[in-house]
């Protein structure tokens, strides 16, 4: 056999060759697929801080040229505090030429659109509407202070802010959420609940979640209060937030107009985005307040520096997406938990708070910072409990303050009524 013969006779491989190849080959993509995914969950992870360090910034910078020192001129909420153009913590970023909200969006969450957003293209009523600090010459029609299914046109939509739309672009759009201390301050007291019990719905006048709920967006005079509870690297402003509940977060196809396409053609009269279809769910704009119900053991007792029967915050629409894993919960559904949550707070720095605890102090998280929901079945916002035992303190222990920020004053005090 002549030499060219023998080399034409070993070309390619044989089938045992070929076999041991695939086999190193899928060896490797086994060893190196799920490293990819954790580089991958670290990249984003540390993305997620770092847009969050910048709204830091931007909250520090506006503080500094408002007059009354505050933090932020108040919620992302266009029906309950005020266009969100013009009023709330995005459009202050926006009209300071701070940034754009929109093009920094949690590179996590799955969901981009805010429920907010929603309510402004007109898709959806998740508010109420406030006759009180609606900061608008718009009239409009309101059954009790629920907007009616014929009112939105007059406050939302192409209708208010005309037919080219440009309030997506601008950056009006958010999927973070803002916590009650941030946005709201110290909540109110109602005469009903009785003196020390804190409630989220204070004012009879304009329901639920309102500005009037609270003293008022967090501010410098808030932070050197000499009565002040906790100090600004405790007090959490922001974080990624949680998918919304009930039937307004999905985006529906509903028999009079579809929602998904009320979004689209608001964001681009044009047609030519379409960030949004049928099935997506939109995420929530800020925490509620103090509703969750104390549970801690007498040790524990005196957290937060307040009594037994005062409720702390739910901080439960700040969601710790960050490497979460899959746990399975009491009733046998698997959810994803046990990771961490990037908070902005407010000294400006942000730090990870873990989810370590879970239901009833079982050590592998359950997708809540701090309270969380005992009775884990129920589906919609309103039937869902919270509480904060022992287990839910620990985790946020030295971390995140959930308390009322100043202590309340009492009738002969001083000079401080």
Not at 270 to 289: C, H, I, N, P, W
Request: hydrophobic letters at 35%; a negative charge; one cysteine or more.
């Amino acid at each position: 056999m002549t030499h060219t013969s023998i080399l034409n006779a070993r070309k390619g491989f044989t089938l045992v060759e070929l076999l041991v190849t695939i086999a190193i080959i899928g060896i490797l993509l086994g060893l190196l697929l799920p490293n990819l995914a954790a580089v991958q969950a670290t990249a984003k992870a540390g993305a997620q801080s770092s847009i969050l360090q910048g709204f830091g910034r931007s909250f520090m910078d506006f503080s500094s040229t408002d007059s009354e020192g505050r933090l932020s001129s108040g919620a992302y909420d266009h029906y309950r505090d005020g266009d969100a153009t013009k009023v709330g913590w995005v459009a202050d970023i926006v009209n300071s030429k701070f940034g754009n909200p929109t093009k920094s969006l949690d590179p996590i969450s799955r969901s981009k659109i805010n429920e907010k957003f929603a309510d402004m293209a007109g898709a959806v009523t998740s508010g109420k509407a406030n006759n009180v600090r609606w900061l608008s010459n718009v009239s409009y029609n309101y059954a009790g202070d629920t907007v009616t299914a014929a009112a939105p046109a007059q406050i939302a939509g192409t209708a208010y802010f005309g037919s080219n739309p440009t309030v997506w672009d601008s950056g009006y759009n958010t999927n973070f959420a803002t916590t009650w201390h941030f946005s709201r301050g110290d909540n109110n007291i109602s005469s009903a609940s009785g003196a020390g019990r804190y409630t989220v719905n204070a004012s009879a006048l304009d329901g639920s979640k309102s500005p009037l709920d609270g003293d008022g967006p967090l501010s410098a005079g808030h932070l050197s209060d000499p009565t002040f509870l906790s100090s600004a690297d405790k007090i959490g402003l922001m974080g990624a937030s949680r998918t919304g509940d009930g039937a307004d977060s999905t985006i529906n196809s509903g028999a009079a107009t579809n929602s998904a396409d009320t979004i689209n053609n608001f964001i681009d009269a044009t047609g030519r985005k379409k960030l949004v279809k049928v099935g997506d769910f939109t995420v929530e704009s800020f925490t509620d307040g103090p509703a969750a119900s104390r549970n801690l053991t007498a040790n524990a007792e005196g957290a937060y520096g307040i009594a037994a029967n005062q409720q702390v915050h739910e901080i439960n629409d700040i969601v710790p997406n960050c490497k979460q894993k899959k746990i399975r919960q009491a009733n046998g559904k698997e959810i994803a938990a046990g990771g961490f949550a990037n908070i902005v707070f407010a000294d400006g720095s942000c730090r990870r708070v873990s989810d370590n605890n879970g239901y009833g102090g079982a050590n592998k998280g359950d997708s809540f910072i701090g309270p969380y929901i005992t009775n884990i079945n129920a589906t919609q916002e309103a039937d869902r409990t919270f509480v904060f035992d022992n287990g839910a303190y620990d985790e946020v222990r030295d971390e995140l303050y959930l308390g009322r920020m100043r202590q309340l004053l009492a009738a002969g005090g001083g000079s401080a009524e």
